[in-house]
């Protein structure tokens, strides 16, 4: 339940992570999106163990390290999306 009340206020930005992703991973540009992709998945680990175990949050503090790099992957999708200048060319 406390999963499903943090990860509500990020819906909107997890939808343009999920959705833009995708679509760049179908318009060819993967490593850029490995690349905005996997360091924010990558450093949810520390972040969490610090928010959960360190700063004593507990499980909720992992909810608001996981919605929190949702937000922050699918803001840098948008900003890419919006730029435009993914549409020239492929990544290789």
């Not at 999920?18 to 450093?43: C, K, N, Q, W, Y």
Request: proline share 2%; hydrophobic share 55%; aromatic share 22%.
């Amino acid at each position: 339940a406390h999963y499903l009340a943090v990860v509500g206020y990020f819906e909107i930005t997890m939808a343009f992570e999920f959705g833009l992703e995708g679509a760049f991973i179908g318009a060819g540009r993967t490593l850029t999106a490995f690349l905005i992709s996997f360091p924010l998945t990558a450093v949810r680990i520390p972040v969490a163990w610090y928010f959960g175990i360190h700063l004593q949050y507990g499980v909720d503090g992992i909810w608001w390290t996981i919605g929190t790099t949702m937000m922050l992957k699918g803001m840098l999708f948008a900003w890419w999306f919006f730029k435009g200048n993914w549409m020239n060319n492929r990544d290789h």
